[in-house]
């Protein structure tokens, strides 16, 4: 049996947030309205369903009131919006980069704080407030932003999202109490404080490795680049491995750079056919994606490894319909969020924002969706992050460890040119941690 944090929520945690999201919104008065635009600078507050936020109304973190004599009076306490004076609300910083000097990343934060306003409006709750800060990218200015919000009171921070601002970011807020949830999916950043919502590699790593175990394979391989997301990928591999009790017979790395590391491949092939030949049930390991990965499967193929009998394992990154058509993938297995919760959330945002939502923009929707439904009685506790039946979010079933990091339930799709659509989920993500009775 495992122990519960208590929660306060009105729903019960192993359905969080799709209960709690009509829960929530049944409080409401009237339906949200639409979504505004987004804005990176003051506090965002979230308007109230069916009316509008005075721009007067949003500050900059300190509030000047105005005494009977005509002189200004600094507001005492965490920064509270004039209208909402009174009111008991939950004060969340949002850390994105806003103005890196690249036009993706800018894009990507933009999609990540548009998700986590669409959090909000789903959920039609009205008593919590943003503030957006730009971390730029930069150290420096992720620290600088995490002063401004610690000393406005925030009750917890959603962000940042490189792996290098983390650990800085949640030394300043560890005083006060108050948890980061980053973006993050290094997880040697994380820590009790400081939890991760983005989907690690080792997690996709550890659903498929166990996939394919419970299906025989006890023979593994990894071909991959040299990088150092290719050698996180390895050594998750080697460790899933060994827990399932099987056998790595061999890891070749390529330099990151080669687009066809034809040597590597006539070597990792060999090895690979002599396992096979040997009667062993293999199963590759190749986390790579787009063209590159169009170019790599066939080489394997052409170099001996027989995707007939070998079972060519992926990461998300195959979770691409170019990627399908490869041939030499036919039957071949990765892991992923549920195609069914994503493409409603992409619906919605599309409907919301009039374009295709960023990458990470269902990750920040999560993390928004949770800390809001925890929030439901004007005050979030950090131990109820560790809630051991876990959340049922956009992208599946997870929760937080006590080390920071997040188990997650993935779906487990097999490449299939007969189908519809040229993939089909052969394993849905699981409602629940508890292992099946019987």
């Known amino acids: 049996m495992t122990s519960r944090v208590p929660s306060r929520c009105s729903a019960p945690l192993p359905i969080l947030f799709f209960a709690a999201f009509l829960a929530l919104a049944g409080c409401a008065t009237q339906a949200p309205g639409p979504i505004g635009p987004i804005s990176t600078g003051d506090p965002r507050v979230d308007p109230i369903p069916g009316g509008e936020t005075d721009p007067a109304d949003i500050g900059d973190g300190d509030t000047d009131i105005t005494d009977p004599d005509g002189s200004d009076i600094q507001q005492a306490g965490p920064y509270t919006p004039p209208h909402m004076q009174g009111r008991d609300i939950v004060r969340a910083g949002v850390m994105l980069p806003f103005s890196h000097p690249r036009a993706s990343v800018r894009q990507q934060a933009e999609g990540m704080l548009a998700g986590i306003e669409l959090a909000l409006f789903d959920q039609g709750y009205e008593d919590f407030v943003l503030f957006p800060k ?20 925030v009750d917890l921070i959603l962000g940042p999202l490189f792996g290098a601002n983390v650990a800085s970011v949640r030394d300043i807020m560890a005083p006060e109490g108050k948890p980061v949830v980053a973006f993050s999916n290094d997880s040697s950043v994380a820590s009790y404080g400081a939890w991760l919502a983005s989907i690690a590699p080792e997690e996709e790593v550890a659903a498929i490795v166990e996939y394919a175990s419970l299906r025989g394979y006890d023979q593994f391989a990894f071909f991959g680049p040299q990088s150092s997301l290719g050698m996180k990928v390895e050594k998750a591999m080697q460790e899933e491995v060994a827990r399932n009790r099987g056998v790595m017979i061999t890891t070749t790395f390529y330099p990151s750079s080669t687009t066809s590391p034809s040597t590597e491949a006539e070597y990792f092939a060999k090895t690979v056919e002599s396992a096979v030949k040997r009667g062993g049930k293999v199963a590759v390991l190749v986390p790579e994606r787009g063209t590159r990965l ?6 394997l193929a052409y170099h001996g490894v027989d995707t007939r009998v070998v079972k060519m394992l992926g990461t998300s990154d195959w979770d691409d319909s170019a990627v399908w058509r490869e041939p030499s993938l036919r039957g071949a297995w990765f892991p992923t969020s549920p195609s069914i919760e994503v493409a409603d959330f992409e619906t919605r945002y599309k409907r919301q924002y009039g374009t295709a939502p960023s990458s990470l923009a269902a990750v920040a929707y999560d993390a928004a969706a949770l800390t809001v439904a925890l929030s439901a009685d004007g005050e979030f506790a950090q131990e ?22 997040a188990e997650r339930s993935l779906a487990i799709m097999e490449i299939d040119p007969n189908s519809e659509t040229g993939v089909m989920e052969i394993l849905p993500v699981s409602p629940s941690f508890d292992p099946p009775i019987g």
């Open 134 to 153: 730009d971390t730029g990218g930069s150290q420096s200015k992720a620290e600088a932003a995490a002063t401004e919000l610690r000393d406005q009171g």
């Open 294 to 299: 169009r170019r790599i499967a066939p080489l």
């Open 384 to 405: 109820e992050l560790i809630n051991r039946d876990g959340f049922m979010g956009v992208n599946g079933l997870f929760r937080f460890r006590s080390d920071g990091t």
